[in-house]
C-alpha cells in the first residue's frame, strides 16, 4: 500500500486534471483478479485522447489515468515551477551582522584575547544572555568573523 499519488505539484492528480479540463468522465474498463489481489483499470478520455491507469482499487487507478494524462497534455506545465523554488538565492538565514563577515582570517580568536571559553553558544542565540565577555552582535558563529567590536582585530591574539 504506497501513500496518495501526488502530482509534481503535489496535488491529487484527479483534482489538477480536472482544473485543466472540466467535467471528464472516467470509465472502469476493467476488473481482474481475486478478493485478495484485485486490479482496476480506469479511463478518461481528455481531448479526444483516452488515457488509463491501473491500481488496487478504482480510486487508484483512476488517479494513474489522470496522472498519464497530465503527463501527456501537460508536459512542460509542472517542471518550470518546481525549478524556480529550489533556485532561490540564498539568503543567510542567522540575520546576524549588517555587514559582510570577513573570513580572510579564520585561526584568529583561536587563542587568549577576551575570547569565550565556553562552547559556542547555539546559533540562534546569537551569543545573547551568555557571559559578560561576548560582544552580542554577531557571535555564535563557531568562534571567529564575527567580532567587529572593534577589539582584537588582529590575528596576532
Known amino acids: ?11 491529487n492528480p484527479v483534482m489538477e486534471l480536472n482544473e485543466k479540463r472540466r467535467g471528464l468522465k472516467y470509465e472502469l474498463i476493467s476488473e481482474t483478479g481475486g478478493s485478495h489481489d484485485k486490479r482496476f483499470v480506469m479511463e478518461v478520455e481528455v481531448d479526444g485522447q483516452k488515457f488509463q491507469g491501473a491500481g488496487s482499487n478504482k480510486k487508484v487507478a483512476k ?13 512542460d506545465a509542472p517542471v518550470a515551477i518546481e525549478q524556480n523554488k529550489k533556485k532561490r538565492a540564498p539568503v543567510p538565514a542567522r540575520g546576524g551582522p549588517k555587514f559582510p563577515v570577513k573570513q580572510h582570517n579564520p585561526g584568529f ?13 547555539p546559533p540562534n542565540m546569537r551569543g545573547r544572555g551568555r557571559g559578560g565577555n561576548i560582544r552580542g552582535r554577531g557571535r555564535g558563529r563557531g568562534g ?14
Open 109 to 121: 580568536g583561536m587563542g587568549g584575547g577576551p575570547m569565550h571559553n565556553e562552547a559556542p553558544p
Open 1 to 11: 500500500q504506497q501513500g496518495p499519488i501526488l502530482t509534481k505539484h503535489g496535488k
Open 63 to 75: 488517479a494513474y489515468a489522470a496522472l498519464a494524462a497530465l503527463e501527456k497534455l501537460f508536459p
Open 144 to 157: 571567529f568573523g564575527g567580532n567587529h567590536g572593534g577589539y582584537m582585530n588582529t590575528g596576532e591574539g
